[in-house]
């Protein structure tokens, strides 16, 4: 009998972490940070102290009390020989959004992670580049030692651990010589072992399937023992690849048990689709004036995609950030597709040279970098890909006017609304017109209000979501990454709503 239990991601959306056994064998189910569980005690700048390991996530509930942590982020006052241990043989990762990976990096690294090619190279690029948060270090890591009565733990500097990985299809030479480069010219890397699926040897038949979400290398996967397991992951019906979300549904028919995602299963069906966004978007931008702005989630390169058809369209060229351009040029060793080379690099000013942007410029590509300058003396030429964090950017290249598009999802946090209500100033100072969203007074609050039509959800509609169940028609459905488990309760009998750590059955 194939056991379920879902140790997070229950009734919050995302977070999953799910554990499924047989036989004494289990697998995880992807292994996220829950965002809204760690908001309620952390912020920007109140967050995990990494000297204490995983302390602060142990006594604050934010991870499993289990015994399958990394034995070097254990503080002497945390005892966890208690906690049960787990024979972990794999971990099936669904995709690269840090709501479903952002917690792998504390786990032991005694077996191996099972992504796609385009999952793999995103989380090594993301570490890459950034400062990696307490959990966050996949692909490779540091080890830290104790210090004095090993309450406080340090890192030991110079020397990074690569995790195994298990790649749902075949990789070429490029992808295994990225997947086991360091870019830190001081720092040696003791490389992962890397295999494909089909060398994978477990209790368990495993099969993977690509799916359309907002990021690429998006996977569902079906489980075979005793029973038959269909994990969807995050999935879509109505962006560009909702085809092979659509084979996946049929192939999982029949399925025991489906774990599935409910993001939107409290929300109403939109009419909405990744041409609609373009069809919009379009509209938008071919009278506008002066610097054009898109501003759309991190790593949703389909849309970076859209905007790129948008400014080929009407005579402007696309102007991405450096990170993005290290992140583009590690999919091209996923799938051989070089999608930098029409694309100007915005050229930041800054004050030291980034190893990893060193490495993408004198080791990787010719890229093509365009200045703050030559941007403000001719704006109308150019489109760029700005969040909120490089909206700062703008001071070096002072626009006149222009024009700012938001393409992505609501604010559905207080927190998040300041942040909008902070761009709004910096766009208003500049005399952009803003399209997606404005600033409104409701009830005595200045909050933003956003406009439909020009983003499309990562996440399947309520519609698709009963579409997709009524498909594969399981014996069972357990629901996750929702928070409006009741809908799956109310729509199909046989839904088993599993609290936080139960296990069915």
């Not at 309620?40 to 996530?57: A, M, N, T, V, W």
């Not at 200045?371 to 700005?386: L, T």
């Amino acid at each position: 009998m194939t056991s379920v239990t879902v140790y997070d991601g229950n009734d919050t959306i995302g977070g999953n972490k799910i554990y499924i056994e047989e036989k004494g064998e289990g697998l995880f189910l992807d292994f996220g940070m829950n965002f809204k569980k760690y908001g309620e005690f952390f912020q920007e700048y109140i967050s995990p102290r990494k000297p204490r390991g995983i302390h602060d996530l142990i006594h604050l509930n934010l991870i499993p009390k289990l015994n399958i942590y990394r034995t070097d982020l254990i503080p002497t006052d945390l005892n966890v020989s208690s906690f049960p241990t787990k024979n972990i043989n794999g971990l099936l990762l669904s995709h690269a959004h840090m709501d479903h990976c952002g917690n792998i990096g504390l786990l032991k690294p005694d077996f191996p992670i099972i992504a796609s090619p385009f999952t793999i190279m995103l989380l090594k690029a993301m570490l890459d580049t950034s400062s990696a948060m307490l959990g966050s270090d996949v692909v490779y890591y540091s080890l830290k030692r104790q210090k004095g009565d090993g309450k406080v733990l340090e890192p030991i500097r110079y020397q990074d651990y690569g995790r195994d990985f298990i790649c749902t299809e075949p990789y070429s030479e490029s992808f295994l010589d990225f997947f086991s480069k360091s870019i830190k010219s001081r720092t040696k890397l003791e490389k992962g072992h890397l295999s494909t699926l089909t060398d994978y040897s477990s209790n368990f038949e495993i099969r993977s399937f690509e799916v359309d979400h907002s990021i690429f290398g998006a996977t569902a996967y079906i489980i075979s023992g005793d029973n038959t397991i269909a994990y969807t992951g995050d999935f879509r019906l109505h962006g560009r690849k909702g085809k092979k979300s659509e084979e996946f549904i049929k192939k999982a028919k029949d399925a025991s048990i489906l774990i599935i995602e409910g993001t939107r299963a409290g929300k109403d069906t939109l009419n909405e689709s990744e041409d609609i966004v373009y069809e919009n978007c379009l509209k938008a931008s071919e009278d506008a004036k002066g610097l054009i702005i898109a501003d759309f989630t991190a790593r949703n390169f389909e849309r970076m995609d859209t905007f790129n058809s948008i400014a080929k369209k009407i005579g402007r060229t696309l102007v991405i950030t450096p990170k993005d351009a290290y992140l583009l040029n590690s999919l091209e060793k996923a799938d051989g597709i070089d999608r930098i080379k029409d694309l100007l690099v915005y050229r930041e000013l800054t004050s030291k040279k980034r190893g990893w942007e060193e490495f993408l410029r004198t080791q990787e590509k010719t890229i093509n970098y365009i200045s703050p300058e030559a941007i403000k003396n001719d704006p109308d030429q150019f489109m760029i890909c700005f969040s909120l964090f490089d909206i700062k950017h703008l001071l070096d290249i002072k626009p006149g006017k222009g024009m700012y598009i938001y393409s992505s999802s609501e604010a559905f946090e207080e927190e998040s609304e300041f942040d909008f209500i902070k761009l709004n100033n910096w766009l208003k100072y500049f005399n952009f017109e803003i399209i997606g969203f404005e600033v409104v007074e409701e009830g005595g609050k200045i909050k933003p209000k956003f406009s439909e039509g020009f983003h499309a959800s990562g996440h399947a509609s309520k519609k698709d979501l009963k579409w997709a169940i009524e498909t594969i028609d399981p014996d069972t459905i357990i629901p996750v990454h929702t928070d409006n488990q009741e809908w799956f309760r109310e729509n199909f009998e046989n839904t088993v709503l599993l609290k936080r750590g139960q296990r069915y059955p």
